[in-house]
């Protein structure tokens, strides 16, 4: 978590909204990487760092360069540094596999990226690559389309190793510059290109966890406009927005309350697991942070039945999704859908069946695998997961 580089500033650019302009502040940053740096107190010019000179290897020094550009990392980069140690991180890592899968047509899984996290590491599975995808290729599995997860992190490295014998699965990075998109749509537009530029032919198999499963059924249905094959669309464990719009649409205040009364009773099941040394402080943490919640589920209550106010409140990503995906209206799919839901669920009707995706017309397949919402993605259930999924894909050709 070291900053790679520090910069002093009287002010930050702003937009016209008033907002910080991360954009310009991204420029300005790149412009004074490039110019002679000096320290804040004295303004002298600082020396720079002496570092060995970087590998002769062209194919090294082409991946030296992406790292550079991703991490803004001025100077040589050593055969020995490491991608995290210099700045990255798991977001910066998914951008990092995208442009190694183009530059160099190897693909990567974030564990790999991980797992040898230097520039020589990473040189060397890009090396060893070619004759890894020729073997996998022979593999009667591999024939089956690539499977291409909205905003998979490193949650997903069980599931993706325990995939890769049968097919190739992929993180689609979604974009980093959020102010300008207030919808599902917009989000999807802007994800849509990375896709059809890194898989330029054949049909391919869309996924998406949680939220990002709604984003995904909007990916899936801009890449069919848009003339490509989707073999399926797969949503691990996520609620349709006419479900989260059900929760408010009678009485906003009895649904409010019905809701975390099922929460509670998730959380009081999830406490009751892990014994009496670790449930209190669950609890305190789950509690405190629901706190932390109260704005946001103010907002989402009010997007649901339609009051589409602005939400200037400070939100994560995911937040800001839930926000759009109660609005979103799904767009009509030729693929068939595969609901993946956890044996250990929240309890009630909202939570219970398909989790609605059948009520808005789409071709409904329901798996239900080990584990709950996060712990289907670990040892050992991540196996069961990719198991059970590949035979039910394979079941429907």
């Known amino acids: 978590m070291v900053p790679a580089r520090l910069h002093v500033r009287e002010s930050l650019p702003l937009a016209p909204s008033g907002k910080i302009d991360r954009r310009a502040l991204t420029r300005e940053a790149q412009e004074e990487a490039h110019s002679p740096a000096a320290t804040p107190t004295t303004g002298r010019a600082t020396p720079p760092i002496e570092r060995d000179a970087p590998s002769p290897v062209d194919l090294e020094g082409r991946l030296a360069e992406i790292w550079r550009e991703l991490l803004g990392v001025v100077g040589d980069v050593r055969p020995d540094d490491s991608f995290f140690a210099l700045g990255g991180h798991s977001l910066l890592a998914v951008r990092l596999a995208f442009q190694i899968e183009r530059q160099f047509g190897a693909h990567l899984t974030l564990l790999s990226l991980f797992e040898a996290s230097t520039l020589s590491g990473m040189a060397a599975l890009i090396r060893g690559h070619g004759a890894a995808s020729q073997a996998a290729a022979r593999n009667a599995g591999a024939s089956l389309p690539p499977m291409l997860c909205v905003g998979a992190g490193p949650l997903f490295r069980p599931f993706a190793d325990a995939l890769a014998p049968h097919c190739r699965f992929q993180s689609v990075p979604t974009p980093l510059e959020r102010e300008s998109i207030t919808s599902i749509e917009e989000l999807a537009a802007q994800t849509v290109p990375s896709i059809l530029e890194s898989n330029p032919d054949g049909p391919i198999m869309v996924a998406g966890w949680s939220l990002a499963g709604v984003v995904a059924v909007e990916v899936a249905a801009q890449l069919e406009r848009a003339g490509r094959e989707v073999t399926a669309v797969i949503l691990f464990d996520t609620l349709s927005p006419a479900r989260h719009r059900q929760w408010f649409a009678a009485s906003p205040r009895i649904r409010n309350w019905q809701l975390n009364l099922v929460k509670l009773r998730y959380h009081l099941e999830e406490a009751m697991t892990l014994g009496p040394r670790h449930s209190w402080r669950y609890l305190f943490d789950t509690f405190r942070d629901a706190r932390a919640r ?19 409140v ?60 996060k712990r289907m993605f670990e040892p050992p259930n991540a196996a069961v997961l990719a198991e059970r999924l590949i035979e039910r894909i394979k079941e429907h050709g």
């Open 314 to 373: 400070p939100l994560d990503f995911r937040q800001a999704y839930g926000i759009y995906a109660v609005r979103y209206s799904p767009a009509p799919l030729r693929a068939r859908v595969i609901v993946v839901r956890p044996e250990r669920q929240k309890k009630g009707a909202f939570f219970g069946g398909d989790l609605g995706w059948a009520e808005l017309g789409y071709q409904v397949d329901l798996l239900i695998v080990p584990g709950d919402h």
């Open 294 to 312: 109260g704005k946001y589920d103010r907002l989402l209550r009010d997007n649901a039945v339609g009051k589409h106010r602005r939400f200037d």
